[in-house]
């Protein structure tokens, strides 16, 4: 399962919104990609269409769908919303990093 912030669903759904998106039908498509500094990295994206092979979630109101090989990666993780000095963006808890980079964009197991 992968959890939503309260600030991070405040952020999906209004650029969910502006990108012409439904965050009560459509979905947060989440994935891991090889690259980065650390050797994985997030993907995170919009979609309308759920795939056979994806793994689907609800948390927050906030519709998820991940594919099985991220998914693996993905287990436990909460989306965060940061808009502090150090930068704004999504951040992932992610519990089965063993170690990310400054950033936070990437990682690895």
């Keep these: 399962m992968i959890k939503v912030s309260d600030i991070a669903k405040k952020k999906v759904v209004e650029l969910m919104t502006e990108d012409g998106f439904d965050a009560t039908n459509d979905?947060?498509?989440?994935?891991?990609?090889?690259?980065?500094?650390?050797?994985?990295?997030?993907?995170?994206?919009?979609?309308?269409?759920?795939?056979?092979?994806?793994?689907?979630?609800?948390?927050?109101?906030?519709?998820?769908v991940v594919d099985k090989k991220s998914f693996l990666y993905l287990i436990g993780t909460t989306l965060e919303y940061s808009g502090g000095l150090n930068g704004t963006g999504f951040v992932f808890q992610n519990p089965n990093a063993n170690r990310t980079c400054g950033c936070g964009e990437s990682f690895s197991l």
């Design 27 to 64: 979905f947060v498509r989440v994935g891991v990609k090889s690259g980065g500094c650390s050797g994985l990295s997030y993907d995170l994206k919009f979609d309308k269409e759920q795939l056979e092979e994806d793994k689907v979630f609800e948390d927050n109101g906030i519709h998820i």
